[in-house]
């Protein structure tokens, strides 16, 4: 049977911090009046304008990790306070195609940090499938294993660069799909193929056993995995325990291109319309204060599209950015009234690769992949550079080599 988690998590009975808690039981969509704010102590004069902490201008967007949490109002806290980077994070991880590419460069470079561990992890779509191997490969066989399964993944999926690679993550957006293949192909008229070879290659990276298994000598994150239940559009999420490669490819169904997958009864389309990827609940499951979004979806575009593809292509980035905007504001608001420790930091792939909003998430070029790859392990490592409390960036430690993309 799926999992729907609703609740904390409870690991032991002590260890969900007091931010999950008080975000669980605030309804943040309340009507009732805030309560009155707390006076606050006689601040110092503020600093001269020049002395505010702010980026440089440049031509191009720069490549930084944006502090989602940083215009909320929170008391101050101590500069350097606690520590950096964090040594336990929970993981947001966006679905987009191969715009996916730029999350597993983002999780590489985390897993080469010894002192940082993974709490939960939620997903939708392609964001789902980088979800499950990271977390498989931290149960099975640790961070090596982790940042082997993720490589072999994406490597063959380059080399490979068939319709099945793009089916594995999501590659066919509602809008795009019709656009790309035309009115013919729809669910239920036509099938490339069913599911059981997308099956098969999933299992080939992914040990859905291990993902389920508490006896597991390595801890595997908790993982929150999203597919949207048409029979009433819900998000559904599905917990360590109901994981298996159904639920990996609901989460990835594109309803114009396959057929809904069905699970214990109940059909559903990909994650991405419900969540993408599901924030607040992410935050009641978490056992630690810290959360990072990475972000694969462009949310600007300085140009208007004109022609069918481009508006489809737009279209397609604004729905997908939609739900993920309403939750950051809603733990935005939760951070500033019932759970100031909250933290949450966001990587957001748009920031280091210009133009992005014009490239099509289908684009399975190996020169692309190795751009997107290689954008999210640098965009890591500024996240990692960055001070604790301001966001400053501090200096950059030295690149690790990366895996050969031949």
Known sequence: MSETIDGTHDDGGSQSTAASR???????????????????????????????????????????????????????????????????????LQGGGTFAAFTWGVLERL?????????????????????????????????????????????????????????????????????????????????????????????????????????????????????????????????????????????????????????????YWDGGFGGNPPLIKLAQQSTTADLLLVQVTPTRDNYVPITLAAIDRRLDQIAANAALNAEIAAIEWARSHTAPALRLSRIAAEDSIEGLAQRSSTDLGRGFIRLLHRSGREAAERWLGQAANTGVSQAMRGRAAEPALA
């Open 111 to 267: 897993l080469e940090e010894p002192s940082i561990e993974f709490d939960s992890i939620s997903g939708a779509s392609a964001g789902a499938i980088n979800a499950l191997l990271l977390a498989g490969g931290l149960a099975e066989g640790g961070r090596e294993a982790a940042r082997n399964r993720l490589n072999r993944f994406w490597l063959r999926l380059m080399h490979e660069a068939s319709f099945r690679s793009l089916m594995l993550i999501g590659g066919f957006s509602p809008a795009g799909s019709s656009v790309a293949f035309g009115p013919t192909l729809r669910s239920g008229q036509f099938d490339p193929f069913d599911l059981d070879p997308l099956r098969q290659a999933l299992s080939r990276d992914i040990n859905f056993a291990a993902l389920r298994d508490t006896r597991c000598p390595r801890r595997c994150p908790k993982l929150l995995i999203a597919a949207t239940r048409i029979r009433d559009g819900q998000q559904q999420i599905f917990g360590n325990e109901a994981v298996t490669a159904d639920v990996a490819l609901a989460s990835t169904c594109p309803p114009l291109v396959h057929c809904a997958v069905e699970i214990d009864g109940e059909a």
């Open 22 to 92: 008080l975000l669980l039981t605030t309804n943040i969509w309340s009507d009732a009046p805030s309560p009155p704010p707390v006076p606050k102590p006689a601040a110092s004069p503020a600093p001269p304008p020049d002395s505010i902490t702010q980026a440089p201008p440049v031509q191009a967007p720069p490549a930084t990790a944006e502090a989602v949490t940083a215009l909320a109002p929170v008391a101050p806290a101590p500069a350097n306070s606690d520590p950096w980077p964090p040594r336990k994070i929970s993981l947001a």
